[in-house]
């Protein structure tokens, strides 16, 4: 367990409605190097069944052993576990992964479980679902510089419990007219969540992800997302993620990129957001 700090972590949610964005390649990357480069203490918490942060992070198999002992998010999030009653068994510290990656101390997991494909139905009548890991966050938040929770691609109840606890949402996203799209469908379901639900968050920014710099398209839609009307209360960071194979490669030996290849395009461009995210959020 680590030492235990007075200040709460910020937590920060990665959400977009569009799939593919980058949403959980922008997480684990960015978290990755908060740790390695800056020594912040990280809990990355993968909210989504693809269950593809936590692979990003850990082989697949060394997954499959820890599920069977130890808690994932299915259980933190209170679902039953192959009939029998475990659920109440799994305090929080029983689902984090501490250093999931030998080389990069300080970065945790709570890793994600396909069952939470099922999560709606389990909860479906169960008062107050979306503030449950709201409530077990607290008693380690304060362990942590930061918190990242990996959302699906919906705003269903897996996604409702990591925004209620969030201070933030940062938004990865590739500069293409669907996406484009998604950006402001999340917006205007985030501020009903706001005002009906009482949620907390502010939105961080959107993060271009993905970007193919030869392609005009790509930089006329930057531009004129930038320049839109709609979005003139949006900050939109400066760094962008560019499309880089490496970045792709990476998940398959389970490593974030500044391990797999520190001298990547991706590699490099995930420092320069690093840096860029610390001066906007502050910390
Ligand atoms: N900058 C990049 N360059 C090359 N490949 C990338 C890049 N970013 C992501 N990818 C790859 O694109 C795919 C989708 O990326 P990722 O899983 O990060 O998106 P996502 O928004 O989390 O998707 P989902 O909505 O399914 O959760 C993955 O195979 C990933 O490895
Ligand atoms: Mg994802």
Not at 157 to 180: G, H, I, R, V
Request: glycine share 6%; hydrophobic share 40%.
């Amino acid at each position: 367990m680590p030492a235990r700090k007075n200040n709460r972590a910020k937590v920060v949610s990665f959400i977009h409605m569009k799939g593919g964005v980058g949403k959980s390649t922008c997480a684990v990357n960015l978290a990755a190097t908060l740790a390695r480069d800056h020594q912040r203490r990280v809990l990355v918490v993968d909210f989504d069944p693809q269950t593809n942060a936590t692979t990003s992070l850990m082989p697949l198999e060394a997954w499959k052993q820890w599920s069977l002992k130890n808690g994932t998010m299915a259980d933190l999030l209170e679902m039953e576990r192959g009939g029998s009653r475990r659920k109440s068994e799994f305090k929080i510290e029983d689902c984090i992964i501490q250093d999931v990656l030998p080389d990069i101390p300080g970065l945790d997991l709570i890793p994600s479980h396909l069952q939470l494909t099922f999560l709606d139905l389990d909860l479906a009548a169960r008062p107050g679902r979306e503030r449950i890991f709201a409530r077990k966050l607290n008693k380690i938040v304060s362990n942590y510089d930061f918190v990242f929770c990996i959302c699906a691609p919906n705003l269903m109840t897996a996604t409702q419990n990591a925004l209620f606890a969030s201070d933030w949402y940062l938004t990865p996203m590739q500069p293409d007219f669907l996406s484009s799209m998604g950006l402001s469908m999340l917006r205007d379901r985030l501020s009903y969540l706001r005002k009906s639900l009482e949620f907390n968050l502010k939105s961080l920014g959107v993060v271009f992800s993905r970007v193919r710099g030869h392609l005009t398209y790509h930089q006329e839609t930057m531009e004129r997302l930038k320049s839109d009307k709609a979005f003139k209360t949006v900050h939109f960071f400066e760094t962008f993620i560019p499309e880089n194979i490496k970045l792709g490669e990476a998940p398959m030996e389970s490593k974030p990129i500044n391990l797999y290849d520190n001298r990547a395009t991706g590699a490099v461009a995930f420092r320069k957001l690093t840096e860029e995210f610390l001066e906007r959020i502050g910390g």
